[in-house]
């Protein structure tokens, strides 16, 4: 099957504005700013939550953050998803009636950006997880690490915005962007649901922190490797180990470390051939975690 990537578009007007300021030195400066507004999601007639988004592909978040947070099961069938732009609502539609009252009491906020809810035990759905074992050749990591930061992207023209990216073997599938990486992770799992993509071969690169948050997300997602430009914490580290996650931090340049699912990288690349990192493409997550 040809996949047709979907990639950012920062010239979309939507998605940014220009604001007026000054400098250090007291001179006008007009700089473009990251949009941020509220969405919705329901479950049928069931409100959820309202998170804060830059608009972008509403209904791939909701889809994807009901199936992340679990109250989407593999027997529901997704009748339709419906978007209000004016309202700022989605509404992702179910043949059957779900049950979501017992998650939502048992809301939890989760370290990140913007909206980071998930629901209950944050580890419901990971007991007896099985992650597959699809070798990862390093070489790939380098390719992809220098296509990511090569693709004319939101975060270049505004920062403040994190991105996630589905790949295969040395291919971008899907780039999402948003203020929260939470939100960006969910549209790649509403995209792959809507169009059928399987989890088994993908490797998923992600600019933000390898959270508990990141590492559940992804696992839940059937995807093998996990890799991010920025550091780990201690609990998704944990997690990753569990369930047997590719777990990789700190991609930047030629290094790398690697805390979880070593089993799966095929060491293959030549360091001596990787370049060193453009300053003009270096991501922020490359100084701070």
Same mark, same amino acid.
């Not at 069938?77 to 043949?95: P, S, W």
């Not at 070489?139 to 992809?144: A, G, I, N, P, V």
């Given at each position: ?5 979907? @990639? ?19 001179? /006008? ?36 953050? =009901? =199936? ?18 004016? @309202? ?15 998650? @939502? ?20 759905? =990971?007991?007896? =997880? ?88 992804? /696992? ?50 030549? @360091? ?18």
């Amino acid at each position: 099957m040809t996949i047709n990537p979907i @990639l950012p578009d920062p010239k979309d007007p939507r998605l940014s504005r220009a604001v007026e300021g000054v400098d250090e030195n007291g001179q /006008s400066k007009s700089i473009s700013v990251i949009e941020e507004r509220p969405l919705t999601i329901y479950l049928n007639s069931q409100e959820i939550v309202t998170a804060m988004t830059i608009g972008d592909h509403p209904e791939y978040l909701a889809l994807g953050f =009901l =199936l992340n947070q679990g109250m989407l099961k593999e027997n529901d069938q997704v009748t339709g998803i419906d978007f209000d732009e004016e @309202l700022e609502v989605a509404v992702v539609r179910t043949a059957g009636v779900t049950d979501v009252e017992d998650k @939502l009491e048992k809301k939890t906020r989760t370290s990140g950006c913007a909206v980071g809810t998930v629901f209950g035990d944050m580890m419901a759905g =990971l007991e007896g =997880l099985s992650l597959p074992d699809t070798p990862v050749h390093t070489s790939t990591f380098y390719d992809l690490s220098y296509q990511i930061n090569h693709t004319p992207s939101l975060y270049m023209e505004t920062g403040a915005i994190h991105g996630t990216v589905l790949c295969q073997d040395r291919q971008i599938l899907a780039y999402m962007e948003d203020v929260g990486r939470h939100n960006a992770v969910d549209k790649i799992a509403g995209w792959m649901y809507l169009n059928g993509i399987t989890a088994a071969d993908k490797v998923l690169y992600t600019t933000g922190r390898l959270t508990s948050e990141m590492v559940i997300k992804t /696992s839940l997602m059937g995807i093998p490797t996990l890799i991010s430009r920025s550091g780990f914490t201690a609990w998704g580290v944990d997690i990753a180990r569990q369930v047997g996650l590719t777990l990789i931090g700190r991609m930047r340049g030629k290094k790398f470390t690697c805390l979880s699912g070593q089993h799966r990288l095929v060491f293959d690349q030549d @360091l001596s051939q990787v370049p060193d990192e453009d300053k003009k493409h270096r991501r922020k997550g490359a100084e701070h975690d």
